[in-house]
T-cell receptor, first 115, second 113 residues
């Protein structure tokens, strides 16, 4: 596609429910990042996928958070038993692998509201 | 792993003045340093980047400088305009075969007309 696409763009869920967020990276991009951005705050790193390497999960805040990526395509971020503090915009970004042009392109984000 | 510190967290300037945002990084192997601008309610977008074989790069009113010895890089915006108001993020790319971008926490720049 033309850019990184995320869905849904907005999600309102009840506390305790599970949610799944989707990211479609730019075709051919082997690197994929998930970030969380609370209102007025910076980018909080969650997880990073790079090709067939083991993902870097060091940013996941708790075991309620998990993410998967199928090959070099779609990624899903799952939040189980959502809490109000999970409310934020979840941003996905993708980039080409290593050296050369390594610009990260961001999706428009999913705004998650837990009520 | 890499750690990127960004300062200041907020910056307010008068229209026409210059603005400078500074970042430091910890991994001496980092070799790519992009800057992103995020306008209110929008996604971050690349505005300028610099690679480790270059000390300075300029694009119209924005410039980035890199000091590899001191492991810091800076964004300079001259003749600021209200439309420059946004959050700016620096990042450092490193990791060899497992290349990864690490972002700073961001700087909220407000340009007062």
């Amino acid at each position: 596609g033309a850019g990184v696409s995320q869905s849904p763009s907005n999600k309102v869920t009840e506390k305790g429910k599970d949610v799944e967020l989707r990211c479609d990276p730019i075709s051919g991009h082997t690197a994929l990042y998930w970030y969380r951005q609370r209102l007025g705050q910076g980018l909080e790193f969650l997880i990073y996928f790079q090709g067939n390497s083991a993902p870097d999960k060091s940013g996941l805040p708790s075991d309620r958070f998990s993410a998967e990526r199928t090959g070099e395509s779609v990624s899903t971020l799952t939040i189980q038993r959502t809490q109000q503090e999970d409310s934020a915009v979840y941003l996905c970004a993708s980039s080409l692998e290593g050296g050369g042009n390594t610009e990260a392109f961001f999706g428009q984000g999913t705004r998650l509201t837990v009520v | 792993g890499e750690n990127v510190e960004q300062h200041p967290s907020t910056l307010s300037v008068q229209e026409g003045d210059s603005a400078v945002i500074k970042c430091t990084y910890s991994d001496s192997a980092s070799n790519y340093f992009p800057w992103y601008k995020q306008e209110l309610g929008k996604r971050p977008q690349l505005i300028i980047d610099i690679r480790s074989n270059v000390g300075e790069k300029k694009d119209q009113r924005i410039a980035v400088t890199l000091n590899k010895t001191a492991k810091h890089f800076s964004l300079h915006i001259t003749e600021t305009q209200p439309e420059d108001s946004a959050v700016y993020f620096c990042a450092a790319g490193s990791g060899g075969s497992n290349y990864k971008l690490t972002f700073g926490k961001g700087t909220l720049l407000t340009v007062n007309p």
